[in-house]
């Protein structure tokens, strides 16, 4: 068995179908990169829980680098598994939009500047929006 993560490409436009035989599944429709059309079960909660993260609402996601930042969650991706015999089931993920410290090229340090930009998460990821304030405790 390979240690290798699987490849993988992020797919903005699918179609969500409620699945009315089955209230515990939906069917997810997409094109993938090839053009291939796919229909794929995927269940009906981790798409609520997608769908409820976003809501205009600023919440926290973790940095890649430790900590954690406030984002703006605004869009659903679907993970399509680029492997032989179909893969996986595809993957929910959410779109979130963050501003973050520009760093020099060479530099070991940051400047002043900010760059506004996105990353695909797990809902599983994004919690709550922190706040922080000297007039009470931390």
């Known amino acids: 068995m390979s ?3 699987p490849l993988r490409v992020p797919i903005e436009s699918f179609l969500i179908i409620r699945d009315a035989e089955n209230q515990q599944m939906d069917r997810i429709v997409y ?3 090839q053009g291939k059309r796919h229909e794929k079960p995927v269940k009906r909660a981790l ?3 997608a769908f409820s ?17 406030i984002a703006q969650p605004y869009q659903l991706v679907l993970y399509h598994y680029l492997t032989a015999g179909g893969g996986p089931s595809p ?3 959410v779109k979130v939009r963050f501003h973050d410290f520009k760093q020099e090229e060479g530099e070991a340090g940051f400047c002043a500047d900010t760059l506004s930009m996105t990353k695909n998460v797990a809902p599983a990821e994004i919690q709550a929006a922190f706040s922080f304030g000297l007039d009470r405790p931390q």
């Open 53 to 69: 993260k976003i809501d205009g609402q600023p919440r926290s996601i973790c940095r890649s680098t430790g900590g954690l930042m």
């Open 3 to 5: 240690d290798r993560l």
């Open 91 to 93: 993957e929910i993920r």
């Open 31 to 33: 094109l993938d990169p």
């Open 47 to 49: 798409i609520e829980e």
